[in-house]
Each structure stands twice: as C-alpha cells, then as structure tokens.
C-alpha cells in the first residue's frame, strides 16, 4: 500500500529528533537478551536505531574491538580507513570506533578535511593502498553508513583487505565476538579519549576524496563526456558524495550541476517515501519525485544514496529508470565497449536480478554468475577480474578498470551515475532509450517485489528449504523447470528458494529486520502474467512452509 503523502516533500512532523537520536546513542544501553538489541550483521553491516537501544555507543565500541581482534587473527596490519556518511548517528558512531581503534593501536586513516566518505571512496582506497602487497602491511576498512535507510537509523561494516564486504565468516565472528564483549559488560573493550585519539600517532589523514577523483579516468571515457557537452544534474539526496560531485565537475572540466548541495541530519529537503517515511532509496520514484520533476534540465540526471553506493538514473525520456533495465544496459555497453578486459570476464547478477540480463549474456555469449543477495558475492571476481560487472537489482553495482584490472569491490553509485553519461555521449542515445531497443529484441518483462507475512519461525524454514520440498509442478499456467536453494553460479545457500519456467520465475526470502519474506517475481508474458506468478508463489511457499513445518 503506497501512502497517501509518498513523493510529496517532507514536513516537520516527519524529520527526527536529531538531538534526541544523539542522546539516546550514548545514553542507552542494549538488552543482551533481547534479539533486536543484539549486534547483527546483514548483508550490508550492522544497522538499528539509537531509539530502539538498536545502535548504541556499547554496540560500536563492541564491534570495534571485535574488527581489532579479528584483523589481528587474520594477520591484517596496515592501516585502517575510516569513512563516515551523514547520517545523524554516523559522526558519534565514527568517534566511537576512532577511540578503540587508537586505544589498540591500529593505524587509522581518516579524511583529510574531515568530510563525509562514500563507500566506494574508501573501497579504493584500500585497493590503491594493498596493490602490489601480498602479505605485511595490507590494508582494511570501516564504513559508518546504514545506506538509503531512513535518518533515524545508523549502520557500521567492515570491508577487509580485498576492499568489498566482509564474508559470512568475518562477520559471523566480529558479531559473536561484540555481543559477548557486550554481555561481559565491556570490560574487554579498550578505549581511549577523543582528544588522544586524534593526537595519537596512530592516527593519520587521507585525501579520499581527490584520490578517487582524479583516478576516474582509469575506469570511465570523462573525455568523451566532456567532447558531447553532456548536460548532466547530480543529486546527492543529501548524502556523502556532496562534496564529491562538484570536485569531478571541476577536475574533469564536465558540465555538471549539483543539484542539491545541502547536508542536513533530518533530511528535510527529501520527498517521502512509498510507505511515508523519509528515505534516500535513489531507486525509488517517490523519494526521487524532485529530481525526476526537473528531468528536461538535464541530458542525464542522477541521485545517490547516503553513501553513494547505490545509483539511480534519471532520463529525459523516460524518467527515473528501473534498476534492472539500467544494469542490462550498462552490461550490454561496457562488455561492446571495454576492450581491455579480459575476454573470458563473466557478468555477475543476483539471482533476484531481471533475467534480461541473462539474455543480454546470452547475445554477448559472455558467461553469466548467478548469487545470491548480497554484494559480498561479486567480490572476489570484480578482485581477480573473473567478473567484469557485478550488480544487484537494488541498484548497486561496480565494473572494472578499463584496462581490466579491479577498481571497487563494493557498490559505486557516483561510477554507475556517471557511466550513464558515458553511454549517451559515445553512442548518442540515452540508457532508456538503450533499454527500449533491448525489449523490441528480447521481449518487455514486468517485475515486482511484494511482502508477505512471516513468523520469525516462518522465516527461519524458510531460509532452510530444500528443493524437493516444493511438490508443484507448474507456476502460472508454464511448467516448472527448476527449484533452486542454491545458487547456480556458485553454489551457495540463497537462504530462500527461486522457481523458474521457461518465461517467468519468483524468488521468495526472509526479510532480515521485518517479519515479512520477500518474494520477487518477473514474467516475459506482462503484467498480468505476473500477478498470476505472484499470486501462486504465496500459495506455493506456504505449502512448502507447512509441509517443512
């Protein structure tokens, strides 16, 4: 149900109490025994609310020193990067972390104007910093972000020294470690002032910013932008890359407009939301109703998320483009257009992704790597250039250098908005105009994500379902031809399931924070196609539910 006052702006009524927010970060303490209170690590870090005793000062400190103890076991001794986005409780979380980590000695990199840090900024950062270095001295890092989350919410993860997200095996440890840090009353956790903190001589400063600025050049044809007088309009939604955007439209000599250069902890500037709340999802067609209202101004639009991992791509032709259609579009271009990769580079996709991408593949005859949700997956191809292009439905994803070799292991936003207008320039049609001529040759799909109720029991066999536990034979009217539990591209557990026919297919998983599981469903036959498909994937999983049960 979209709310009634979705993309309209926001009002007072809806921004947060920034003052309580900080207040509650330190004067809150977490329940050990509660569930919600505990540190856990998603696909993307650990994430709450300071409100909900979710995201506390124990909660960082905590993981602080379980991220110290582990790069200790793991032999990492280099430098720590340290980035934070603009979310209310990302500057507390920041000095947080900064006095444990100087209390254990570890050489922190922080920014040099003390600025905000997107996260593919601090990516290549570690990158730039482990090139040539196999063994002492390699480099790790900590981004303080809860993404496109509303602003009540903070996030903290860890990136180790292949520069991406960290495994199921670092994060499982680093949040075992911090909840018995925390149940032991934080008598293990060092830490040390503020003030000793900065003035440690382990505490050092790093230019991200110009760093990554200057080096884009190695991944993007700026000089093709510049000769075709790309009018381009980027908007920050408030977050990290504020900074970033007028730097490159400077450097690299780009007609560029920022086209909201403000930073504010409440967000105020933000139209809501679907579901009414402030949201910087640069996916979303409500949160982003601003930009898309001023698409005639811009050859190319573009928005970021609070830690410009994620992209949205903004047409004047055809608005605000759906996540999927712009990752198809951006696979078909680069692998036609990167002749320094390497001719055997796979594309990756999460299996939740649109299956035009695999027909894109197919056409390209490029062999596609289908994984589970979560970035974490693309890292050791994008890494070793096995994947040229790593993306999610969600609307992240990074690609490599031109000449092959690695830039990011994690999500890059200001990459993917910029490659847009790399593509425009070089072939003189916009993305969306790209993305038509893909569905004339390979059909129109529709594709939707819903949620549906489920018990955190529910949920947890849902995560364990195996596929013989799904006795149907057709899906919407098409007979099945695969039940999958694993993923096909490297086998690991999708902690749900996903069904597939010849023209359509549904996955369905457990949400990690609601008591909900996703079912994403797309159909080559239409919409009404796919409200069959959706229709009866309920239906299906929860036969499946009760026969597991």
């Given at each position: 149900m979209v709310h009634e006052r979705a993309g309209k702006p926001a009002q007072s009524g809806d921004l947060v109490d920034v003052a309580r927010l900080v207040t509650a970060y330190y004067a809150g303490h977490p329940d050990p025994a509660d569930p919600d209170q505990r540190v856990a690590f998603g696909t993307s870090g650990h994430r709450g609310s300071s409100l909900a005793a979710a995201f506390n000062d124990d909660h960082i400190a905590a993981t602080t020193q379980a991220i110290c103890e582990y790069r200790t076991r793991q032999g990492t001794d280099g430098p720590l990067f340290l980035g934070a986005d603009t979310h209310a409780l990302s500057e507390p979380a920041r000095v947080t972390a900064l006095e444990v980590l100087a209390a254990n000695g570890v050489t922190v990199l922080i920014d040099s104007d003390d600025g905000y840090t997107p996260t593919p900024a601090v990516s290549h950062a570690i990158l730039t910093h482990n090139r040539d270095r196999s063994g002492n001295g390699r480099a790790d890092g900590i981004v303080v972000t809860p993404s496109h989350n509303p602003p009540a919410d903070g996030g903290f993860k860890y990136n180790p020294p292949h520069g991406g997200p960290a495994g199921s095996d670092a994060t499982s440890w680093i949040q075992d470690r911090a909840n018995a840090l925390i149940e032991g009353g934080l008598k293990e956790v060092r830490r040390i002032t503020y003030a000793k903190a900065l003035a440690a001589p382990t505490t050092a400063r790093h230019d991200f910013l110009t760093a990554y600025v200057d080096d884009l050049p190695a991944v993007l044809d700026l000089d093709a932008v510049r000769d075709a007088g790309v009018r381009i309009g980027a908007d920050p939604l408030g977050g990290a890359s504020v900074a970033y955007w007028g730097r490159i439209a400077e450097r690299h000599r780009l007609d560029l407009t920022v086209v909201n250069p403000l930073a504010d902890p409440t967000w105020r500037f933000m139209t809501l939301d679907w579901d009414g709340r402030i949201r910087m999802d640069c996916s979303s067609p409500h949160a982003?109703?601003?930009?898309?209202?001023?698409?005639?101004?811009?050859?190319?639009?573009?928005?970021?998320?609070?830690?410009?991992?994620?992209?949205?791509?903004?047409?004047?032709?055809?608005?605000?483009?759906?996540?999927?259609?712009?990752?198809?579009?951006?696979?078909?271009?680069?692998?036609?257009h990167r002749d320094g990769w390497p001719g055997d580079a796979g594309i990756g996709k999460t299996l939740v992704s649109s299956s035009m991408i695999d027909r894109v593949a197919a056409d390209?005859?490029?062999?596609?790597?289908?994984?589970?949700?979560?970035?974490?997956?693309?890292?050791?191809?994008?890494?070793?250039?096995?994947?040229?292009?790593?993306?999610?439905?969600?609307?992240?994803?990074?690609?490599?250098?031109?000449?092959?070799?690695v830039w990011t292991t994690d999500k890059d936003g200001i990459l993917l908005a910029l490659l847009a207008s790399e593509i425009t320039a070089v072939t003189g049609s916009t993305p969306s105009q790209h993305y038509g001529e893909l569905t004339a040759r390979f059909g129109d799909p529709a594709y939707a994500r819903v949620d549906a109720p489920a018990t955190r029991e529910e949920k947890a066999v849902l995560a364990r379902l195996a596929p013989d536990q799904v006795t149907a034979d057709t899906l919407a009217g098409e007979p099945i031809t695969a039940v999958l539990t694993e993923a096909p591209g490297n086998g690991a557990a999708i902690g749900g399931l996903k069904v597939c026919t010849e023209s359509a297919w549904f996955a369905a998983r457990p949400s990690g924070t609601e008591d909900v599981y996703k079912v994403y469903a797309e159909s080559f036959q239409g919409p009404g196609h796919l409200a069959r498909v959706q229709e009866e994937a309920r239906t299906l999983v929860s036969t499946a539910l009760g026969t597991a049960g």
């Open positions: 982003m109703a601003s930009l898309i209202e001023r698409r005639d101004a811009y050859t190319i639009a573009t928005g970021n998320d609070a830690d410009a991992d994620r992209h949205g791509i903004v047409t004047p032709d055809g608005g605000l483009m759906n996540p999927n259609h712009y990752l198809a579009v951006a696979i078909r271009y680069l692998y036609s390209l005859g490029r062999r596609l790597v289908e994984v589970p949700v979560g970035f974490k997956w693309f890292v050791d191809g994008l890494f070793d250039g096995g994947l040229g292009f790593g993306g999610e439905e969600s609307a992240g994803a990074s690609f490599l250098r031109r000449d092959g070799r």
